[in-house]
Nanobody, 126 residues
Framework: VQLQASGGGLVQAGDSLRLSCAAS????????MGWFRQAPGKEREFVAA????????YYADSVKGRFTISRDNAKNTVYLQMNSLKPEETAVYYC????????????????????WGQGTLVTVSS
């Protein structure tokens, strides 16, 4: 699976942004998908994940109620709708795909994802 993230940009605090991640390959619908982010000088952190069907989602506490992950298997695309963005959420956002069971403790970890996109930069100004 090859992943291409897009949709990043410069926004002001409180604004919204929608990221997209387009996947190649016919087996997209068999993968759980996740979004991670990495701020300068910090480790990559989990943001959100969605199971293969779109029926189950999981969010980091810091984004619950503001971010929404969704997917369109017909378009081989996963989305991250981000509302009420904060300056501290400035980071490179990565999408990732994993096969295997849907198990929240596992889906939070970088190492459980086999495929990664190149990242898209989100800058939130104050």
């Amino acid at each position: 699976v090859q992943l291409q993230a897009s949709g990043g940009g410069l926004v002001q605090a409180g604004d919204s942004l929608r990221l997209s991640c387009a996947a190649s390959g016919r087996t997209f619908s068999s993968y759980a998908m996740g979004w991670f982010r990495q701020a300068p000088g910090k480790e990559r952190e989990f943001v959100a994940a969605i199971d293969w069907s779109g029926g189950s989602t999981y969010y980091a506490d810091s984004v619950k109620g503001r971010f929404t992950i969704s997917r369109d298997n017909a378009k081989n695309t996963v989305y991250l709708q981000m509302n009420s963005l904060k300056p501290e959420e400035t980071a490179v956002y990565y999408c990732a795909a994993r096969s295997g069971s849907w198990y929240p403790p596992v889906i939070l970890t970088n190492r459980s994802y086999q495929y990664w996109g190149q990242g898209t930069l989100v800058t939130v100004s104050s």
